[in-house]
């Protein structure tokens, strides 16, 4: 069979675009080569032939050209998708490494928290008899044990006459600042289902614990709580001073007792944006524990300024105490001192599920 009557049985396929690629080629190669086939699409109703469409030779220049377009889309698409994983990967390298910031920027506080607590125990009387001296007592009212789970309720009780007006708790997020109940066997802290405490109006705190379902049995425990804040109302003592706006530094130097506690107020820092008070304890640590100070400004025009700043576990002195500058047009203002805050450290004691503390 010659190439010619191939073609032309070929030709009604080529039209229906049913040949190989190889054979719809050999019809489209002849096509232009032969002179009497070359016709054929002219005189075909159904398709005009797009010469454009028809592979060139493999070595025309024509051919190079489209495998070299064929090549720089590959090279494209693969440069696209190296951009999108280098993206996907600093996307994911920064979030990593975010996580990790914010991890060693918890340790690091948990650290400090646990540094600022053993300097507190290491100056502070112990927790029982700084409560002793304002007239509180603390006890563990019930422990039981059931289904696996160990409960401890406790509670601080205050005589009607103390001037301690709250106890409260060390206020933060993070879980090593908890109460807790430890295996006192192991020293192992025990997981807790509940832990919570409240205020109520008959002058008493009360706490519960409840550990989660435990595996192995229990037999002595050590009860730890927060870090304590003792709220005294402060004595009616102020110090005037006069305050035009600007930055101004005062100093004050005046000292003041407390229930046989002696403090100095050292100096005022003013702005237009912040009223801070600098102080300190004159009356060691070692004899009555640490003290903090919380302040109110007034501008003797009617107006008073008085923030219960959150109380720190800290033992430096001086310490500062400091509000958001009040908007006044007065230039004569009182000082006053709102509250005295003792500053407890954390009480730990021993209990069994027999019978609440051991003697």
Not at 162 to 174: A, F, L, M, N, W
Request: with cysteine; glycine share 6%.
């Amino acid at each position: 069979m010659n190439e010619c009557k191939l073609v032309h049985d070929l030709w009604p396929l080529y039209l229906d675009n049913e040949l190989s690629a190889e054979s719809a080629q050999f019809v489209s190669e002849h096509l232009r080569s032969c002179p009497d086939c070359h016709r054929l699409p002219e005189e075909s109703p159904k398709k005009t032939l797009n010469w454009e469409a028809v592979e060139p030779p493999a070595n025309s220049l024509e051919s190079f050209m489209k495998r070299w377009q064929r090549r720089r889309i590959c090279t494209v698409s693969v440069a696209i998708v190296m951009v999108l994983l280098i993206a996907w990967g600093a996307l994911y390298y920064g979030q990593w490494s975010g996580q990790k910031a914010s991890q060693k920027q918890l340790q690091e506080q948990k650290e400090l928290f646990n540094k600022q607590m053993s300097a507190l125990q290491s100056v502070s009387p112990p927790a029982e008899q700084l409560l002793k001296r304002w007239g509180i007592t603390f006890s563990i009212d019930h422990t039981a044990e059931n289904a696996g789970r160990i409960s401890v309720n406790y509670s601080l009780r205050w005589n009607i006459d103390s001037p301690v007006e709250r106890i409260e708790g060390e206020d933060s997020r993070y879980w090593f600042d908890q109460n807790s109940l430890i295996d006192a066997a192991t020293g192992a802290s025990l997981p807790l289902s509940s832990n919570g405490w409240s205020s109520g109006p008959d002058s008493r705190t009360t706490g519960q614990l409840i550990t989660q379902p435990l595996t192995q049995p229990v037999s002595e425990l050590v009860f730890k709580t927060y870090t304590l804040y003792a709220w005294l109302k402060g004595p009616e003592t102020g110090f005037n001073f006069d305050y035009s706006g600007g930055q101004q530094t005062i100093a004050l130097n005046r000292p003041f007792s407390f229930q046989g506690i002696d403090f100095m107020i050292d100096s005022l820092q003013l702005n237009d944006s912040t009223f801070s008070v600098s102080y300190h304890q004159l009356t060691p640590a070692t004899q009555v524990g640490v003290f903090q100070l919380n302040f109110t400004f007034d501008d003797r025009l009617g107006n008073v300024w008085n923030v219960n700043s959150e109380p720190e576990q800290t033992i430096s002195d001086p310490k500062k105490f400091s509000i958001s500058a009040p908007h006044s047009p007065s230039k004569h203002w009182s000082l006053k001192i709102n509250h005295i805050i003792q500053v407890i450290p954390g009480i730990k004691t021993n209990l069994n599920l027999n019978g609440g503390q051991p003697e």
